[in-house]
Every structure is written in C-alpha cells, then in structure tokens.
C-alpha cells in the first residue's frame, strides 16, 4: 500500500532553519504531484506548497514564498521541505500528499489522495 513518511521535525528558535522530509513507497513516484500542507491547532490544514511530478513546477503560499524551498529526488522517492527565517506562526504539524500526475498540480486538499501521518514543527519565539 501506499506509505508517506515525513521526518524533520523539531523544535527552533525563530528565524532558525528547519529540513523536513517525505520518503514514499508503494507508487510510482515520479507519476504523483507531491505537496506539504500544514495544520495548526484549531485551524484548518492549508496548503504551503506543492511540486510536480518531474520536478520542474513548484506553487508555494503567500506566507512561505522566500522562506521556503520544496524539491523532490525521484530517483530516491523523496520530497524534500527546506524552511528558512521560521517564525512561531510556522508552528504546526506539516504534511506531505501525494496527488496523482496526470492534471494540474493541486494547491488545494482535495486534490490530493495520499497523506503522511505528520511531523511537527515547532518555532519559539
């Protein structure tokens, strides 16, 4: 089956750096739009940012874009998360999706159909 397994998580001061990591098995991973969402307590899971399946498009939030970098290794059937200049309303649980390839790559949660259990991410202030 499939199997989303994200790592990286931790707690850092702001404007400390964090690199969060999604392995996936069980598809074929260079076929699948991958993205990371994140939930805070009491709020809806939002979108942060979202790479297609080659690699070469990427969609990032407002709140993350220059802080953030998503890359991906097909050969290793890993996504990769690089968060920089954290700031405590980065805090929450962070998520990676998959999204089958063969549309456009979702920026929403419904276009996604597999999900990681989660790491968190904690930024004191």
């Known amino acids: 089956q499939v199997q989303l397994v994200e790592s990286g998580g931790g707690l850092v001061q702001a404007g400390g750096s964090l690199r969060l990591s999604c392995a996936a098995s069980?598809?074929?991973?260079?076929?699948?739009?991958m993205g990371w969402f994140r939930q805070a307590p009491g709020k809806e899971r939002e979108f942060v940012t979202a790479i297609s399946e080659s690699g070469g498009t990427t969609f990032y939030a407002d709140s993350v874009k220059g802080r953030f970098t998503v890359s991906r290794a097909n050969t290793e059937n890993t996504v990769s998360l690089q968060m920089n200049s954290l700031k405590p309303e980065d805090t929450a649980v962070y998520y990676c999706?998959?999204?089958?390839?063969?549309?456009?790559?979702?920026?929403?949660?419904?276009?996604?159909?597999?999900w990681g259990q989660g790491t968190q991410v904690t930024v004191s202030s």
């Open positions: 999706a998959a999204a089958a390839g063969w549309g456009p790559v979702p920026q929403s949660r419904r276009g996604y159909g597999y």
């Open positions: 069980g598809l074929t991973f260079s076929a699948y739009h």
